[in-house]
C-alpha cells in the first residue's frame, strides 16, 4: 500500500508560514531543519500529530513562482484541507482576520470555502456533507 507522508506547499516567506499555520490555522510544528538559507519545515494536523506532513517550501525556483501566482490570481486552490464543520471554522478565522474570497458556499456534495494563506495561497476549507 502506498500512502501520503508529506505534501508540499509553496510559500513566499517560511516564517511568515509558519505563523499563520500555527497561529491561525491551528496545525502544529513537527519538522524544523535548517538547509543553509531556507529549511525543511513542516507541519501537521494538531489532531493527527503522525499523519500528513504539510512541508512549507520556499519558493526558490521561478517556474513555480510563476505557476503560484497564476492559481491565486485566476482564484483557484492550491490544496484543500478537511473540517467536519466548515462554517465554524470560517467563523473562528473570519474572527481572527483571515480573509476569504468565497465564503461558505455549497457545491453538491460538500460545503467549501476559500481563504487567502497570505503566503500567496488560495486554500480551500472543505466539508462533506
Known amino acids: 500500500m502506498i500512502k501520503i507522508h ?3 506547499l509553496l510559500v513566499d516567506d517560511q516564517e511568515k508560514a509558519l505563523k499563520f499555520y500555527t497561529e491561525k490555522l491551528g496545525f502544529i510544528k513537527k519538522t524544523e531543519v535548517p538547509l543553509g538559507e531556507h529549511k525543511w519545515l513542516t507541519v501537521v494536523s494538531s489532531d ?3 499523519g500528513v506532513e504539510l512541508v512549507l517550501e520556499p519558493m526558490a525556483f521561478e517556474p513555480a513562482k510563476v505557476y503560484q501566482k497564476a492559481l491565486k490570481d485566476a482564484g483557484i486552490p492550491y490544496t484543500s484541507f478537511a473540517t467536519d464543520d466548515v ?4 467563523e473562528r478565522l473570519r474572527s481572527a482576520g483571515v480573509e476569504f474570497s468565497i465564503e461558505p458556499t455549497v457545491m453538491g456534495p460538500v460545503m467549501i470555502a476559500v481563504l487567502d494563506d497570505t503566503c500567496g495561497n488560495n486554500i480551500q476549507l472543505a466539508q462533506m456533507l
Do not use: P
Not at 462554517?87 to 470560517?90: D, G, P, R, T
Open 6 to 8: 508529506v505534501m508540499s
Open 48 to 50: 493527527e500529530r503522525n
Open 87 to 90: 462554517m465554524k471554522e470560517f
